[in-house]
């Protein structure tokens, strides 16, 4: 079986980064799935229901702005698939872990106690990769809809922290918002 990890949330100015962990059935209706960043909100939520009631066992696991000042956004990508993959271990205590085999999207694999390879585009080649960077896409997206209700004048809601010009211009405005990663630059 193949333990689907991603993340969601590297090129972010603000907020942070989310991963997922995913094991789907082999009759999993593979047709819901794609590119995260490509398919639709309404097709991501679609698929998002269907991989929560349908997958064998999933998990989310988070780093927060402030793990990734601290350690660096790869390695906090790193540590939030770890953590997502630890937490889909919590919510599924049965899954019998010997039988499996972690892919991750990228170039690094996270330390997790099953064998890893990591796989440059897998999030659009390999249907478990591909349910987890939906799951970790759509986790991170509504918890920036939620900073946007406490900081509405960074427009969270509209660009997901991303270094669009309204989010340079806003942190240029009001300064950085209490979930900014400090060690990103920001250009006028």
Known sequence: MICGLDEAGRGPLAGPVCAAAVVLPKNFPRNLLGDSK??????REAARTAIMEGALAWGIGWATHEEIDDINILQASLLAMKRAF???????????TTALEAIVDGLYVPAIPIPCKALVKADAQIPEVMAASIL????RDREMVRYAALYPQYGYEKHKGYPTKAHREAILRFG??????LNFRVKG
């Open 86 to 96: 630890e937490a889909m271990l919590t919510a599924y205590p049965a899954l019998d």
């Open 38 to 43: 490509a398919l639709s909100e309404t097709k």
């Open 136 to 139: 970790a896409k759509t986790a």
């Open 176 to 181: 950085p918002s209490p979930i900014q990663r």
